[in-house]
């Protein structure tokens, strides 16, 4: 069974300019979440989809943050404009059912923002 | 609104000791925790998942425990190996959130 697929691994740009990074869940999983991991910190959600519905996104930056899920599988997370403070590892997650059974995770977006 | 705290926050022991890793959670209300490892520069790998109604789980030589009603969970890791090296993350899911709620992690070091 195919894991979770990120893309890029890896991102640096310049504050202000715009990044986006790419998810594709394992096949079947209708709930997606996008978190941000800052060094030394754990993960902290930013936005979660049930099929192509953003249930939860309380602790998305709106001002320059936005996600979608257009078709209910991937998933796209753009920043515009980046802040140095921005700088994390983006990962991606999902699992079978909303809220029960195992979250699985990809192995993430790292962005610098210089 | 959910929190997690990890004790300790490190840990470095000789190979081959026995490991107690403590999780604990604000909020009772959950659906189940999950423990994951993180390698440097890598994701989250899942190593066990407990259900609300269960006290405990078992895989090879890790067992994680959970007391719902006290928010306490924690990871037994027998017989350590320098190969257990890693950050471990107790989440809970539930508590007010869907999603997972993390700690900080506790960062794992086994010497040779």
């Known amino acids: 069974e195919a894991g979770v697929a990120q893309s890029p691994r890896y991102k640096i740009i310049e504050k202000r300019q715009s990044v986006a990074f790419w998810c594709n869940p394992i096949?079947?999983?209708?709930?997606l979440y996008w978190y941000q991991q800052i060094l030394g910190q754990g993960p902290k959600l930013l936005i979660q989809?049930?099929?192509?519905?953003?249930?939860?996104d309380s602790q998305l930056p709106k001002d320059r943050f936005s996600a979608e899920r257009l078709k209910g599988v991937d998933s796209t997370l753009k920043i515009q404009p980046a802040k140095l403070e921005d700088s994390a590892v983006y990962l991606c997650?999902?699992?079978?059912?909303?809220?029960?059974?195992?979250?699985?995770f990809g192995e993430g977006s790292r962005l610098t923002v210089l | 609104k959910q929190e997690v705290t990890q004790i300790p926050a490190a840990l470095s022991v000789p190979e081959g000791e026995n490991l107690v890793l403590n999780c604990s959670f604000t909020?009772?209300?959950?659906?189940?925790l999950q423990w994951f490892r993180q390698d440097p520069g890598k994701g989250l790998t899942s190593l066990l998942l407990?259900?609300?109604?269960?006290r405990e789980q078992t895989s090879g030589r890790l067992n994680a425990s959970l007391d719902k009603s006290s928010g306490r969970s924690t990871l037994y890791i027998a017989a350590s190996q320098p190969g257990d090296s890693a950050t471990y993350l107790c989440?809970?899911?539930?508590?007010?959130?869907?999603?997972?709620?993390f700690g900080k992690g506790t960062h794992l070091i086994i010497q040779p």
């Open positions: 997650a999902s699992r079978l059912v909303r809220g029960l059974g195992e979250l699985f």
């Open positions: 096949s079947g999983h209708a709930t």
């Open positions: 989809f049930q099929n192509n519905g953003v249930v939860d």
């Open positions: 909020d009772s209300a959950i659906y189940n």
């Open positions: 407990i259900q609300s109604s269960q």
């Open positions: 989440a809970p899911s539930g508590g007010g959130a869907d999603g997972l709620t």
